[in-house]
């Protein structure tokens, strides 16, 4: 069976990558499955040169075709900040990040936000495909639920009437920017094998 590497370091990102790509006849192994400890240095300019980097430069030292997802949340208020930057927006960790996006958006009505994912899988000799994902919501000031990751608790989905962090994992998988964005690559990587 052919053996896929996800190259992230956030656990949560590999199960619901897992998740999403599930009933597909490959084996995807992890970072920590195969003990690659190196750090990608996330320099681009954009999330999809950011994820090229991660899977191009994982995929080169360990031989595997590797597959990488940058994402961010991005504030319509803020001009699109975090955006790149969400996982250090803060510099303390996920409820260090919540507790500054919320003291920024103090008395700002507008509450518009979503969250992108560009996802990339790298096969060889600069052979790649790509593709992405966003999601629509709203960031409230309570943290609601305790399910998802980052920023998952203030990010409210007008349509379920329950954030990110409320709703279920299998929902979450179904609907998000990460699952459109895998769901889209991976009918492209078919397409690819068909012709
Ligand atoms: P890798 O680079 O190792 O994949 P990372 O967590 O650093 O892991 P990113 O650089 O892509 O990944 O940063 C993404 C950040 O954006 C993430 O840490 C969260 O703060 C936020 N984010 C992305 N997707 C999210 C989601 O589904 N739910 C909540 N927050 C999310």
Same mark, same amino acid.
């Given at each position: 069976m052919e053996k896929i590497l996800i190259a992230t370091h956030n656990i949560n990102k590999v199960e619901e990558i897992k998740d999403i790509l599930k009933n597909k006849d490959i084996t995807f192994l992890t970072l920590d499955d195969i003990g690659y400890k190196n750090e990608v240095i996330?320099? +681009?300019k954009t999330y999809f040169e950011?994820?090229?980097k991660k899977a191009k430069e994982i995929s080169i030292n360990t031989g595997y075709i590797t597959i990488a997802?940058?994402?961010?949340?991005e504030v319509e208020a803020l001009g699109g900040r975090p955006g790149l930057y969400s996982?250090?927006?803060s510099g303390k960790g996920n409820l260090g990040n919540i507790k500054l996006l919320l003291k920024e958006l103090k008395n700002i009505d507008n509450r518009n936000a979503r969250f992108y994912a560009s996802v990339v899988m790298y096969f060889k000799n600069d052979k790649y495909? $790509? $593709?992405? +994902?966003?999601?629509? +919501?709203k960031i409230i000031d309570e943290m609601k639920g305790d399910k998802g990751f980052g920023y998952d608790p203030i990010f409210y989905l007008e349509?379920?009437?329950?954030?990110? +962090?409320q709703i279920s994992k299998e929902l979450k998988n179904e609907i998000s920017h990460r699952a459109k964005a895998f769901k889209k690559l991976w009918q492209i990587y078919e397409d690819s094998l068909d012709i």
């Open positions: 996330e320099d +681009g950011n994820a090229l997802d940058d994402s961010g949340l996982q250090r927006y495909i $790509s $593709s992405d +994902g966003e999601i629509k +919501g349509e379920y009437n329950m954030t990110m +962090g």
